[in-house]
């Protein structure tokens, strides 16, 4: 945990080079023998830290997850939107509310703009097999406002 949070850090305060158009590194949510997840920040303002304690591509309910960030809005509320590709067409659009007003799921809900958030545990999400092939995926978290709090794009690959 220790180790993660000090990557975390490093990642967020290397800003990328200023020439402007330079991308985050791509970093390794997890890889196994069938599957493999990479993702990278498309927030031109800063990286985040992500893993999973589980890389399968029989992927178990209440999966445990790692999520480091700086928040550059308040999130009194707090929404994620994902956006699912293979071969540049779309097959899925989902939006899932992550903190809302009267209904704060995680301990982060509520925090602002400028503090760091750290969350280690479980997330609600059902159990699934992932199809074989090549997915490209955009996700972005946004707060009540629609300002962007982080975005990344991800390439997962099961085979
Ligand atoms: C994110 O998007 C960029 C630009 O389209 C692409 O070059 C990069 O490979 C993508 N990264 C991942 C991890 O999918
Ligand atoms: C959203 O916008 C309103 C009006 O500008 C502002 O009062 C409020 O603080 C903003 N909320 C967040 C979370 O930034
Ligand atoms: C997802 O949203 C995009 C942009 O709004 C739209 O072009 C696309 O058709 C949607 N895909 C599905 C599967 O609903």
Same mark, same amino acid.
């Given at each position: 945990?220790?180790?993660?949070?000090?990557?975390?850090?490093?990642?967020?305060?290397?800003?990328?080079?200023?020439?402007?158009?330079?991308?985050?590194?791509?970093?390794?949510?997890?890889?196994? !023998?069938?599957?493999?997840?990479?993702?990278?920040?498309?927030?031109?303002?800063?990286?985040? !830290?992500?893993?999973?304690?589980?890389?399968?591509?029989?992927?178990?309910?209440?999966?445990?997850?790692?999520?480091?960030?700086?928040?550059?809005?308040?999130?009194?509320?707090?929404?994620?939107?994902?956006?699912?590709?293979?071969?540049?067409?779309?097959?899925?659009?989902?939006?899932?509310?992550?903190?809302?007003?009267?209904?704060?799921?995680?301990?982060?809900?509520?925090?602002?703009?400028?503090?760091?958030?750290?969350?280690?545990?479980?997330?609600?999400?059902?159990?699934?097999?992932?199809?074989?092939?090549?997915?490209?995926?955009?996700?972005?978290?946004?707060?009540?406002?629609?300002?962007?709090?982080?975005?990344?794009?991800?390439?997962?690959?099961?085979?």
């Amino acid at each position: 945990m220790k180790g993660f949070t000090a990557l975390f850090l490093v990642w967020t305060l290397l800003s990328p080079d200023s020439g402007g158009g330079e991308a985050w590194p791509t970093h390794t949510v997890c890889r196994d !023998g069938s599957l493999e997840v990479l993702y990278q920040s498309c927030d031109p303002l800063q990286d985040f !830290g992500f893993s999973v304690d589980q890389c399968s591509k029989q992927l178990k309910s209440n999966l445990n997850i790692r999520f480091g960030i700086i928040l550059r809005e308040d999130i009194k509320e707090l929404f994620l939107d994902v956006a699912l590709f293979t071969k540049g067409s779309s097959i899925l659009n989902y939006s899932y509310p992550i903190c809302e007003e009267d209904l704060p799921k995680f301990t982060f809900c509520g925090r602002r703009k400028g503090e760091q958030i750290y969350y280690a545990g479980p997330i609600n999400n059902p159990g699934f097999e992932v199809p074989e092939g090549e997915y490209q995926v955009l996700l972005e978290l946004y707060n009540e406002n629609h300002s962007t709090v982080a975005c990344a794009n991800a390439t997962v690959i099961c085979s």
